[in-house]
């Protein structure tokens, strides 16, 4: 290995541990405990090192925003697969976005609630973003003519749904029957 390879490697743990302990601090206490200067402390490297690698707290909330989505499609994928069709792989996926919306907060919130400049729907979109939005298509394309729009009205239907139940304001019991409603929208949609 070159020098040039070994120094590239490097700098793209550093930047792996710096995502890795935003993180972690995220999900133990909160986005708000999450500063350059605790993550200086918490991964024992400077605060101009980390300000090498990301401009501000915000790209860093932005890269760990990234891995939610990279991991988001992939759970998106897994359950649209495991399906027994269509219609099952709309249910399926509907739930699993939400036990991860639910089980994942920190992680969501960097993803739909924190600012960063993370753009969906442009010809710049990261290639995580795509495809975490194209597991949420696939599955409603058998059903609706327009598969963007659906899927985007699905995707906001699905975040609502997790941002009310995240934050105690519907009543607790109640999901299934709200995934089966929002189900029941997208399998009986015509155009």
């Not at 925003?65 to 759970?75: N, T």
């Not at 994928?77 to 399926?92: H, L, N, T, W, Y």
């Amino acid at each position: 290995m070159g020098v040039a390879e070994r120094k590239s490697r490097e700098r793209a743990e550093r930047e792996q541990r710096i995502v890795a302990a935003a993180r972690a601090i995220a999900e133990r206490e909160g986005w708000e405990a999450v500063t350059v200067r605790r993550l200086a402390e918490e991964i024992e490297y400077s605060q101009p090192v980390l300000y090498s690698h990301f401009e501000n707290r915000t790209a860093i909330v932005a890269a760990v925003a990234v891995e939610g989505f990279k991991e988001i499609g992939e759970v998106l994928r897994s359950a649209a697969d495991k399906a027994g069709g269509p219609a099952e792989a709309v249910d399926a996926v509907a739930r699993a976005y939400l036990d991860f919306a639910l089980g994942h907060p920190a992680l969501y919130e960097a993803m739909f609630v924190l600012p960063t400049d993370l753009r969906f729907a442009e010809a710049d979109t990261r290639a995580e973003l795509r495809a975490a939005f194209d597991a949420l298509a696939g599955v409603v394309t058998p059903f609706c003519a327009n598969a963007e729009v659906a899927a985007e009205a699905f995707w906001a239907a699905l975040h609502g749904l997790a941002e009310l139940e995240r934050s105690g304001r519907i009543r607790p019991g109640m999901r299934g029957e709200r995934v089966a409603l929002v189900v029941r929208a997208v399998v009986g949609a015509e155009g």
